[in-house]
């Protein structure tokens, strides 16, 4: 009787990890607005970003996971989306699905001459709540800084560029 119990406590164990959303890295994805739209079921974080200093190059827009281990770690981003600078008013809009309502962080860089590559002098990044950067910390704040909560629907916030 005792082994079936045991036998039983694993199997149920076991089925509760398997059920477990595991959050996928690396989903390159286009910036589809419908996701934020009124019919949107989400969860999905609506991005404005703000402070475009030329309507050149390419923005990248990368969510992680709110967690040391793989906040701005090479590979451990979950959705990136790259697209040419276009600016209206300044403001780009994205719209960012995430896995499940949690804690997550946005880092968005402004490739101004779209190289590929970060020019520390000349290329412009922000995150999400707006944490302050310098050239002493590389322009990465710790994800303390940078966390916030998606819910169950849309969440709205503004990452608003800084330039060296």
Request: proline letters at 5%; a positive charge.
């Amino acid at each position: 009787m005792v082994m079936v119990k045991v036998a039983m406590g694993l199997m149920v164990g076991a089925a509760m990890v398997a059920a477990s959303p595991v959050m996928a890295h690396g989903q390159e994805i286009s910036n589809d607005l419908e996701r934020c739209g009124a019919d949107a079921r989400g969860p999905a974080v609506l991005v404005d970003v703000r402070g475009f200093v030329a309507a050149t190059g390419k923005v990248r827009i990368q969510s992680y996971p709110a967690t040391k281990s793989a906040w701005l770690t090479k590979g451990e981003w979950l959705n990136r989306i790259d697209t040419a600078v276009k600016p209206a008013n300044g403001v780009m809009r994205f719209c960012v699905p995430v896995p499940r309502s949690g804690e997550y962080g946005i880092a968005v860089r402004h490739d101004r001459d779209g190289n590929g590559k970060t020019d520390i002098s000349r290329d412009g990044g922000g995150f999400s709540n707006n944490p302050a950067i310098s050239i002493f910390n590389l322009g990465k704040p710790g994800v303390e800084k940078a966390a916030f909560h998606a819910g169950p629907g849309v969440t709205k916030i503004t990452i608003n560029l800084k330039y060296m």
